[in-house]
């Protein structure tokens, strides 16, 4: 089975510009994560969805972060202006989405900002 | 609100050692306790996980027992191998579908 799938997998690119990084959960999972890691920071949750509907986006850090769920196979998190305090690794995951289940992770994807 | 605390790292260790990475929660009700280990370069995997107390958790030599008097779901293994060199995060889930993460631990194994 596909695991869950992000891209891409490396985003370099100047100061701002907008970034959107895609993610594509395991088929049958309704709840879905975006992360962002960091060494100082650790891992942050910045929002999740249950059936395509964002729960908690309390972790969004600013106005210049959005995302969007329009379907139970596709998310998108768009970064316009990106700032070079935004360089990270963003990291999607998935789960049933029946509460106090294992969360599965994408590989990541690593984000460069000049 | 809940929370996860786990030792600091980095820990580093000998191939063949005892490993011990502490972690405590603070939770209003009963919980459902995870490690996830994260490889170089990867993102974070489920290493094992306990859904109630006195449960025992356990995957690749890896075992970790759910205290709820002492709050605690320390992870043990027995003799770790180079290939155990990761970060290592504690984490809980409680009713919802949100999971709290500690810090992590990393750990780095020497032959």
């Known amino acids: 089975d596909a695991g869950v799938i992000q891209s891409p997998r490396h985003e370099v690119t100047e100061m701002g510009q907008e970034v959107t990084l895609r993610c594509k959960p395991i088929?049958?999972?309704?709840?879905l994560f975006w992360y962002r890691q960091t060494m100082m920071r650790g891992l942050e949750l910045l929002i999740y969805?249950?059936?395509?509907?964002?729960?908690?986006d309390s972790g969004m850090p600013e106005d210049r972060f959005s995302a969007k769920m329009p379907n139970a196979s596709f998310s998108t998190l768009k970064i316009q202006p990106s700032e070079p305090r935004d360089s990270a690794v963003y990291f999607c995951?998935?789960?049933?989405?029946?509460?106090?289940?294992?969360?599965?992770f994408g590989p990541g994807t690593r984000l460069l900002v000049l | 609100g809940d929370s996860v605390t786990q030792m600091e790292g980095p820990v580093t260790l000998s191939e063949e050692a005892f490993l011990t990475i502490n972690c405590t929660y603070t939770?209003?009700?009963?919980?459902?306790l995870f490690w996830y280990v994260q490889y170089p370069g990867e993102g974070l995997q489920l290493l094992l996980k306990?859904?109630?107390?006195?449960d025992k958790g356990s995957n690749k030599g890896f075992e970790a027992t759910y205290r709820k008097e002492t709050t605690s779901f320390h992870l043990e293994k027995g003799s770790v191998q180079v290939s155990d060199s990761a970060v290592y995060f504690c984490?809980?889930?409680?009713?919802?579908?949100?999971?709290?993460f500690g810090a992590g631990t990393r750990l780095f194994v020497k032959a």
């Open positions: 088929s049958g999972h309704n709840s």
């Open positions: 984490a809980l889930t409680q009713g919802g579908f949100k999971t709290i």
């Open positions: 969805f249950n059936n395509n509907v964002p729960i908690d």
């Open positions: 306990a859904t109630k107390a006195d």
């Open positions: 995951a998935s789960s049933l989405g029946q509460g106090s289940e294992t969360q599965y």
């Open positions: 939770a209003t009700g009963y919980p459902s």
